[in-house]
Nanobody
Framework: EVTLVESGGGSVQAGGSLRLTCTVS????????IGWYRQAPGDQCVKVAQ??????????WYHHAVEGRFTISPDDAENAVYLQMNSLKLEDTAVYYC??????????????????WGLGTQVTVSS
């Protein structure tokens, strides 16, 4: 069974940093897209970072709101992916999810069941 588990969330002050970890079991993602998404109450799901992969090709993508502050990186040996978040802002507060082939859903963990999703980890940024 495919399982994705996020960890590393918590509460931080604005300007601080967190590193999220997504551990994946059941599949490898060396030939799949893997990304980080976030969703705050009342908001739609937003893809914040993604690695597009096919065999030995990799392309990085970031949402404008986080580019320059967030970094997504894979750990092939551990079958994991990280999201380093620096210079956190109040508006970064959300539940953060990782997903394999998650696409561009309006809601994270979409009802369609498309993609493989973790359960999410809460990130709260305070002033």
């Amino acid at each position: 069974e495919v399982t994705l588990v996020e960890s590393g969330g918590g509460s931080v002050q604005a300007g601080g940093s967190l590193r999220l970890t997504c551990t994946v079991s059941g599949i490898t993602f060396d030939d799949k897209d893997i990304g980080w998404y976030r969703q705050a109450p009342g908001d739609q799901c937003v893809k914040v970072a993604q690695i597009q992969q096919f065999r030995h090709r990799r392309e990085w993508w970031y949402h404008h709101a986080v580019e320059g502050r967030f970094t997504i990186s894979p750990d092939d040996a551990e079958n994991a992916v990280y999201l380093q978040m620096n210079s956190l802002k109040l508006e970064d507060t959300a539940v953060y999810y990782c997903a394999v082939e998650g696409g561009w859903p309006d809601s994270c963990r979409p009802a369609s069941g498309y993609g493989y999703w973790g359960l999410g980890t809460q990130v709260t940024v305070s002033s």
